[in-house]
């Protein structure tokens, strides 16, 4: 049964109620849903009444889980999604905390910023396994760069991207300005946040924002998929793989390549490297085991 839609602070309403995944869960899993299963973390936020708008406790979660992720062995791919119909309607301006007595002072939003949207988006980017988002409706504001700093995104047909920040007289936070150039390019980027126009799913396929769009249906056993190839691949070569790519735009060529020889060389120390050499020279399938 439906929930009754209230307005969160990025100003989208309606939601349906929970479902719940299997696998072992949490005890915190009123604001998060979490199971380990075959080498895939699957991380589902779960406050539907809210179109799972990020209070600072769900924000702090999310960052331990993404860090945990990074040290645990058991995990080597992650799954980001949401319970009923919508994926993340951006930060909870609600749960903010008080005033400052007096009132602010300068450097108090930019403080709030770099220790709380900007740690949740750092966390995403620097994860050492692979993170699949698989965005189920409505992904606004923080909620859309959620998404966005994931290394793959899938989303269902009823998905949506809005860059909602514009429409509140607001600049984009959370790795916004610096997550959309590099997926769209500067004059997209402008294009969506001047706007803050609602994006379709099929739209933010052809801009590049999402690897793919599938059935609303099929959402979660194609990131299931995914994540579960993912798994199976060689973990130290994908985060290594990861970081170089993450690096590259921000890097000149001297840089790059450097980067790319030292990762070869730490690669080369991996035990999943040496079984992929050696499948190749006795023409078998590789066994990888995230070492």
Not at 36 to 45: A, C, F, K, S, Y
Not at 157 to 176: H, I, K, M, N
Not at 221 to 245: D, S
Request: aromatic letters at 4%; proline letters at 7%; one cysteine or more.
């Amino acid at each position: 049964m439906p929930v009754s839609p209230r307005e969160t602070s990025d100003g989208i309403t309606g939601a349906d109620g929970p479902t719940e995944p299997p696998g072992p869960v949490r005890s915190d899993a009123s604001v998060i849903l979490d199971a380990t299963d075959n080498g895939v973390l699957r991380i589902t936020l779960n406050r539907p009444e809210a179109l799972h708008a990020i209070t600072a406790d769900l924000r702090e979660q999310l960052i331990s889980r993404f860090f945990d992720a990074s040290a645990d062995p058991a995990v080597r791919a992650v799954v980001v999604t949401a319970t009923g119909r919508a994926f993340c309607a951006g930060a909870d301006l609600r749960s903010a905390s008080p005033p400052r007595p007096g009132g602010p002072v300068p450097g108090d939003v930019a403080r709030v910023i770099q220790r709380g949207a900007q740690r949740l988006i750092g966390a995403v980017l620097d994860c050492e396994k692979p993170v699949i988002a698989a965005v189920n409706g409505i992904a606004a504001g923080l909620g859309a760069h959620l998404a966005l700093a994931c290394d793959l995104v899938l989303a269902g047909e009823s998905a949506q991207f809005t860059e909602v920040f514009v429409r509140r007289g607001l600049v984009p936070d959370g790795g916004g300005a610096y997550l959309l150039p590099r997926l769209v390019g500067p004059r997209r980027a402008k294009e969506l946040m001047f706007f803050g126009d609602t994006v379709s799913a099929e739209e933010a396929e052809r801009l590049g924002l999402v690897n793919r769009v599938v059935p609303d249906g099929e959402l979660a056993g194609t990131a299931r998929a995914w994540a579960e190839r993912l798994a199976a691949g060689p973990t130290r070569t994908l985060a290594l793989t990861k970081q170089l790519v993450n690096a590259s735009l921000d890097a000149d060529r001297a840089a790059a390549f450097a980067a790319e020889a030292a990762a070869q060389e730490i690669n080369m120390t991996t035990a999943d490297a040496r079984e992929g050499l050696a499948s190749f020279t006795e023409r078998r399938a590789p066994r990888f085991r995230g070492r």
